[in-house]
């Protein structure tokens, strides 16, 4: 949408907005919404005797619809059976119909300011950083926070530059220069403005915004081709939009696509994040054989390292870094170095490598497995060269232990039923084993079983309640 576009629009919406007004939210026969503010400090302004008729939405749904056909500033962007999205001049429309909603409704968004970048008080260096050397930005925030409105003053940056810039956005709803050509995928494929934009080469190309997985592979083919490029993403934290890319994109690369973040809240830029691929050993783990490649994520308002990016067993885990009062990587506790999810990958990892039934327990970079007596041997291999594999697979340091050393859980049981056909064993725990996940080491076999919400496991397999009866079994501090 150019500016003279945004100069010269004045149409049937103008009289339902004034100065203040970001938002007007309609639906039929309740009454009219509006939000006033500015980015993150919006509130809804309702005028209960101002009441949006069925009939007076319908009419103005059909004026808005002539505006397209007549109109050179305007388009309707998306069309589709029960919804359509029109960009009429400054106006970004969304049209709902009954059933996909539970009446007819029409959303109406209009930029309240353009701003400037030196209104946004910029640090010389954080300023500098943007202008001459990010290349793969992403502006990212909570809906409303602004993160459009800073886009569009970090391109006029670019354009008194002489740059060659170019938009991808759905709907088109940036306040731009007429010099800047604006694509939308509701005419063209993602294929189509990739090869678009992969001949006509720009010097930097506005993503507003990445949503899904073709929005994250297109942001990834054209950075690694050398354009430069400003992503608009939704996230509610700064550290969120990074974590949206791990599974779209190969963990290597994500800082060669991704170097800088900045997180904008109430319309101010909160934190600036940029990301550094290194070979290190993670924070919190003590062997320099699990030195491994590990994306630093540092502040560079706070000039300090906040999280660190690595693959542990198959997870990618993203983890905080702790640190001192003088900003230095504090040594998280054990339990703060693998999280559940990291866990849960290790022990699929191991389930498909351990001929056995197995347990494990992770002390900070070391794992304690325990299996069978007569399966020691094997897991450990000739020469250690078994258990050698599983540590470079898994990423840890491996002691192999039997079930005889596992750890117990000492708490009172009580055992019921089982006796009749068709009648389940019941084992009672504190309640405050509820809801679960136990180890009970039968014989020379785990059995895992989770409780209910009175903890109680209930066993209906009749060998294994046969098994339990004659055998007995004992309880694995987890």
Same mark, same amino acid.
């Given at each position: 949408?150019?500016?003279?576009?945004?100069?010269?629009?004045? *149409? @049937?919406?103008? &009289?339902? *907005?004034?100065?203040?007004?970001?938002?007007?939210?309609?639906?039929?026969?309740?009454?009219?919404?509006?939000?006033?503010?500015?980015?993150?400090?919006?509130? $809804?302004? /309702?005028? $209960?005797?101002?009441?949006?008729?069925?009939?007076?939405?319908?009419?103005?749904?059909?004026?808005?619809?002539?505006?397209?056909?007549?109109?050179?500033?305007?388009?309707?962007?998306?069309?589709?059976?029960?919804?359509? =999205?029109?960009?009429?001049?400054?106006?970004?429309?969304?049209?709902?119909?009954?059933?996909?909603?539970?009446?007819?409704?029409?959303? =109406?968004?209009?930029?309240?300011?353009?701003?400037?970048?030196?209104?946004? !008080?910029?640090?010389?260096?954080?300023?500098?950083?943007?202008?001459?050397?990010?290349?793969?930005?992403?502006?990212?925030?909570?809906?409303?926070?602004?993160?459009?409105?800073?886009?569009?003053?970090?391109?006029?940056?670019? &354009?008194?530059?002489?740059? +060659?810039?170019?938009?991808?956005?759905? $709907?088109?709803?940036?306040?731009?220069?007429?010099?800047?050509?604006?694509?939308?995928?509701?005419?063209?494929?993602?294929?189509?403005?990739?090869?678009?934009?992969?001949?006509?080469?720009?010097?930097?190309?506005?993503?507003?915004?990445?949503?899904?997985?073709?929005?994250?592979?297109?942001?990834?083919?054209?950075?690694?081709?050398?354009? %430069?490029?400003?992503? /608009?993403? &939704?996230?509610?934290?700064?550290?969120?939009?990074?974590?949206?890319?791990?599974?779209?994109?190969?963990?290597?690369? +994500?800082?060669?696509? +991704?170097?800088?973040?900045? *997180?904008?809240?109430?319309?101010?830029?909160?934190?600036?994040?940029?990301?550094?691929?290194?070979?290190?050993?993670?924070?919190?783990?003590?062997?320099?054989?699990?030195?491994?490649?590990?994306? @630093?994520?540092?502040?560079?308002?706070?000039?300090?390292?906040?999280?660190?990016?690595?693959? *542990?067993?198959?997870? @990618?885990?993203?983890?905080?870094?702790?640190?001192?009062?003088?900003?230095?990587?504090?040594?998280?506790?054990?339990?703060?170095? /693998?999280?559940?999810?990291?866990?849960?990958?290790?022990?699929?990892?191991?389930?498909?490598?351990?001929?056995?039934?197995?347990?494990?327990?992770?002390?900070?970079?070391?794992?304690?497995?325990?299996?069978?007596?007569?399966?020691?041997?094997? =897991?450990?291999?000739?020469?250690?060269?078994?258990?050698?594999?599983?540590?470079?697979?898994?990423?840890?340091?491996? &002691?192999?232990?039997?079930?005889?050393?596992?750890?117990?859980?000492?708490?009172?049981?009580?055992?019921? %039923?089982?006796?009749?056909?068709?009648?389940?064993?019941?084992?009672?725990?504190?309640?405050?084993?509820?809801?679960?996940?136990?180890?009970?080491?039968?014989?020379?076999?785990?059995?895992?079983?989770?409780?209910?919400?009175?903890?109680?496991?209930?066993? !209906?397999?009749?060998?294994?309640?046969?098994?339990?009866?004659?055998?007995?079994? @004992?309880?694995?501090? !987890?």
């Amino acid at each position: 949408m150019s500016e003279n576009a945004v100069n010269n629009a004045g *149409f @049937v919406l103008d &009289h339902y *907005f004034d100065e203040q007004t970001m938002s007007l939210h309609l639906k039929a026969n309740r009454p009219i919404l509006r939000k006033k503010g500015k980015p993150g400090e919006r509130k $809804p302004v /309702v005028d $209960p005797n101002e009441i949006m008729t069925k009939e007076g939405l319908l009419a103005l749904i059909d004026e808005l619809f002539r505006e397209v056909e007549t109109r050179e500033d305007a388009f309707l962007e998306i069309n589709r059976e029960l919804s359509k =999205v029109l960009q009429v001049g400054p106006y970004r429309i969304v049209i709902v119909y009954a059933p996909l909603s539970d009446g007819i409704e029409m959303t =109406v968004v209009r930029p309240v300011k353009k701003m400037t970048m030196e209104e946004y !008080n910029l640090d010389p260096e954080l300023f500098d950083l943007l202008r001459n050397k990010a290349q793969g930005i992403l502006i990212s925030g909570a809906p409303g926070s602004g993160k459009s409105t800073f886009a569009g003053a970090l391109i006029d940056v670019y &354009h008194a530059d002489n740059h +060659i810039i170019k938009t991808i956005e759905s $709907p088109r709803d940036l306040m731009l220069n007429d010099d800047i050509v604006q694509y939308s995928f509701t005419y063209g494929s993602h294929d189509e403005v990739r090869d678009i934009l992969l001949l006509s080469r720009p010097d930097y190309t506005i993503y507003d915004e990445v949503r899904n997985k073709p929005d994250f592979n297109l942001y990834k083919d054209l950075r690694l081709t050398g354009i %430069g490029l400003v992503g /608009v993403i &939704h996230a509610t934290k700064p550290i969120d939009s990074i974590q949206r890319f791990i599974g779209s994109v190969e963990m290597g690369i +994500i800082p060669q696509v +991704i170097d800088t973040v900045l *997180f904008i809240d109430k319309g101010q830029v909160a934190e600036v994040l940029q990301l550094e691929l290194t070979a290190k050993v993670p924070e919190g783990m003590l062997s320099e054989e699990l030195a491994r490649p590990v994306i @630093v994520v540092s502040s560079f308002l706070q000039k300090k390292p906040l999280y660190e990016i690595y693959t *542990f067993g198959e997870q @990618v885990v993203v983890m905080p870094i702790q640190t001192d009062e003088k900003g230095n990587p504090k040594t998280p506790s054990k339990t703060q170095v /693998v999280s559940e999810y990291a866990k849960e990958g290790i022990q699929r990892k191991l389930s498909q490598n351990l001929p056995c039934d197995f347990h494990i327990q992770i002390k900070g970079s070391e794992l304690e497995l325990y299996v069978p007596e007569y399966y020691k041997g094997k =897991v450990i291999g000739k020469g250690g060269a078994g258990i050698n594999g599983l540590e470079k697979e898994i990423g840890l340091r491996i &002691h192999v232990k039997t079930f005889s050393e596992l750890p117990l859980l000492d708490v009172k049981v009580d055992i019921a %039923g089982g006796n009749k056909k068709n009648e389940p064993l019941v084992i009672a725990l504190p309640q405050e084993y509820a809801n679960k996940t136990m180890a009970l080491l039968v014989d020379d076999g785990l059995l895992y079983a989770k409780t209910n919400s009175q903890a109680n496991i209930v066993i !209906n397999t009749k060998e294994l309640i046969t098994l339990i009866r004659r055998k007995g079994f @004992v309880l694995v501090d !987890n």
